[in-house]
């Protein structure tokens, strides 16, 4: 089961069965965060504000992987961690790094959800995201009806790399990017999320994203010029 609490990276990754997910084009020259409130509107049963949403663009900006969730489906205690938290992401971004250059259905097996992943091999990005809530362990009577499911809903006859168990979030690294790492039977997919991409991915409430963001500037502002004043001390010693 996904911690609702923050790892020692700072991120808290929630269960993917929460979210729907879509691909949504994106015009050039007009706000991608203005285009994706408007896509949801249109595509989600309530309007953006009673949603936990977020987005990764693909690497042309042309379309974006939005994923909503209805807010009233997280309890009180699951959020009250949320503020401390870096980041707020749904569990299924482990499986989007090495995008697949051939028709690939991506399937992880976890305590309490399976999660799928279909890529048509031309699209960074993929095509479908779907996932469900399980009984645990996850057995093949599970995987099946979900393979067949995301098959049947994109047409394609993809190949299906599987892999099993929770999420391991490394520590940010200097330029505050982090891994998503998932096992798989042959090989470790390891998924780098830049600092931009976590922050357009974060699914907590954008008016609450904003007056946090302007204080780590402010701070971040302050550290600076308290650093400066401190060299600047030094230096009329070292003078002196």
């Known amino acids: 089961m996904i911690d609702p609490f923050p790892s020692p990276s700072g991120v808290v990754l929630l269960p993917s069965d929460r979210f729907f997910v879509r691909l949504v084009p994106l015009a050039a020259g007009v706000a991608q965060a203005s285009q994706i409130s408007l896509a949801l509107e249109t595509l989600a049963p309530f309007p953006p504000a009673q949603l936990y949403y977020g987005w990764l663009l693909a690497p042309a900006g042309d379309q974006a992987l939005v994923f909503a969730a209805y807010r009233r489906r ?10 401390a938290a870096a980041a707020v992401v749904p569990g299924f971004l482990a499986l989007l790094g090495d995008a697949p250059q051939t028709p690939v259905i991506r399937l992880l097996s976890e305590p309490r959800t399976l999660t799928a992943l279909a890529w048509d091999g031309a699209n960074p990005l993929p095509v479908a995201v779907l996932a469900r809530e399980t009984e645990s362990p996850v057995g093949a009577e599970s995987r099946a009806p ?95």
């Open 74 to 83: 997280f309890a009180p205690e699951e959020t009250a961690s949320w503020e």
């Open 146 to 240: 979900l393979v067949a499911e995301i098959r049947l809903r994109t047409g394609l006859a993809a190949e299906v790399q599987e892999f099993t168990g929770s999420v391991i979030l490394g520590r940010p690294d200097r330029r505050g990017s982090i891994g998503l790492e998932v096992a798989g039977s042959s090989r470790r997919l390891v998924t780098k999320v830049g600092r931009h991409e976590l922050e357009a991915a974060d699914v907590r409430d954008k008016e609450f994203l904003r007056a946090q963001r302007a204080h780590q500037r402010r701070d971040l502002f302050l550290w600076r010029g308290f650093a400066a004043g401190l060299i600047g001390l030094a230096a009329m010693l070292v003078i002196e």
